[in-house]
C-alpha cells in the first residue's frame, strides 16, 4: 500500500470512529443516552424529562441514531429509543470516567446539589451484593419507577425519591439502608441518604449506579413494583 493509499486507509477508518464522537458531541445527547442506558423511553417521555422540545427530542435521538448508537421501535403512535448495544453504555461510563478523574469541576458541580456529598458514606458494588446475601440491609432504588420497572438490582425496592419522605416509616430502622440511582452523575441517591441520616437511619449510598450495576454481571430483576 503506497503512502496515498495508506492515508485515504486511515482518513476513511478513523472518519467512521470520528462518528461516534461527533454524535456525543452534545451535552443533550449525552443527557439522552444516559437516560436511556436506564430504560427504554419514547420520545415525548425523554422531551419531558429533559425539558426539551419534542422536536428537538427528536432531532438529537436521529443523530444518535445515524451513529447506531440508538436503536427505535413503533408503537402505535410513539417511538421508543433504547441503546443499541450495551457497548454503547461501555462507552458512556469510560468518558463520564474519565472527566471525573481530569476535570475537577464536575464533582464541584455535583456538591452544590448535595453539598455534603463528600461526607456520605459509599460501599462499592461487590461489598453491597455480600451484605445482600447476609441479609444486612434493605437496598432502595430511588430513581422514577419506570427505570426500576425496566431493571433494577435484584432484591431492591422502589422508593422514589421524590416518594421517600411520605414512605419513612415503613422503613426498617434497625437495618443498614443502601440507596442507588442512575449513577455517579446522579445525586437521587445523595439526596435519599442525607434525608435518611437526619431521620436517623444508617444509610449509605452506593458508588455506582443501576446500568454499572448490570454491566458488572450482578444480579438483576424487571418489573414489578414495590409499595409501602
Known sequence: MNKVARGEFKEQLFGQLARITRALSSPRRIELVDLLAQAERSVEQLAEVTGMSVANTSQHLQVLRGALLVRARREGPHVYYSLADDAVFGVWQAVRELGRRQYAEIDRL????????????????REL??????????????????????????????VPVQELRRRLEALPRKREIVAYCRGPLCVFADEAVSLLRKRGFRALRLEGGYPDWRAAGLPVERGGEERS
Open 110 to 125: 455535583l456538591e452544590t446539589c448535595v453539598s455534603e456529598r463528600d461526607q456520605l458514606e459509599s460501599l462499592g458494588a
Open 129 to 158: 451484593l455480600e451484605r445482600m446475601a447476609d441479609g444486612r440491609v434493605t437496598v432502595l432504588d430511588v430513581r422514577p419507577e419506570v427505570e426500576f420497572r425496566a431493571g433494577h438490582i435484584a432484591g431492591a425496592r422502589s
